[in-house]
C-alpha cells in the first residue's frame, strides 16, 4: 500500500504542476474532505473543502487567486494509510501583488487507493499577509 498510495500522490503532484486538476481529481474519493489550515474568513482557500466538486473550486480559486513561481514536494513518507509530503512553494498574489513563500505539510488519508482526507499546513500568516497587501 505505501508504494502504491506515494505513487499516486507523485503522480497528483505531477498533474497539478501541468495545470491538469481533473488528473488531481481522479486520484480522490467522491466524499474527500480537503482541509487547509486557517479561516476562509482570513484567506479565501484556506478551511474545509468536501467532495469533488468543492475541491474542484479550491482549484479554481487557486488558479485565480496564487501565482506560483515556486511548487516543490521534496519529501514523501507512508505510514500505513497515510502520506506526509514536506514541501515549499512560493508566488505571489493576483490580487494584490504581494508575496508569500512557505514550507508545508501535506497529508493524505487513503482509502481503496484513492486519497479520502488531505490535510494542509503552512505558514498561514504569510497568505494573509499577502492577501490583505
Not at 61 to 82: C, I, T, W
Request: aromatic fraction near 16%; hydrophobic fraction near 40%.
Amino acid at each position: 500500500m505505501s508504494e502504491a498510495a506515494t505513487s499516486l500522490i507523485k503522480g497528483m503532484y505531477e498533474s497539478f504542476g501541468r495545470g491538469d486538476i481533473d488528473g488531481v481529481i481522479a486520484g480522490l474519493t467522491p466524499d474527500i474532505h480537503w482541509r487547509v489550515n486557517g479561516e476562509r474568513s482570513d484567506y479565501p482557500l484556506f478551511g474545509v473543502w468536501n467532495g469533488t466538486a468543492e475541491v474542484k473550486q479550491f482549484f479554481a480559486g487557486v488558479a485565480e487567486l496564487e501565482q506560483f513561481s515556486e511548487f516543490s514536494p521534496n519529501e514523501f513518507y507512508a505510514a500505513g494509510d497515510r502520506v506526509f509530503v514536506l514541501g515549499r512553494y512560493a508566488g505571489k498574489i493576483a490580487k494584490t501583488g504581494r508575496t508569500f513563500a512557505s514550507e508545508f505539510v501535506h497529508i493524505f488519508t487513503m482509502r481503496g487507493g484513492k486519497v479520502c482526507d488531505f490535510h494542509e499546513f503552512n505558514d498561514s500568516a504569510r497568505f494573509v499577509a499577502a492577501w490583505r497587501g
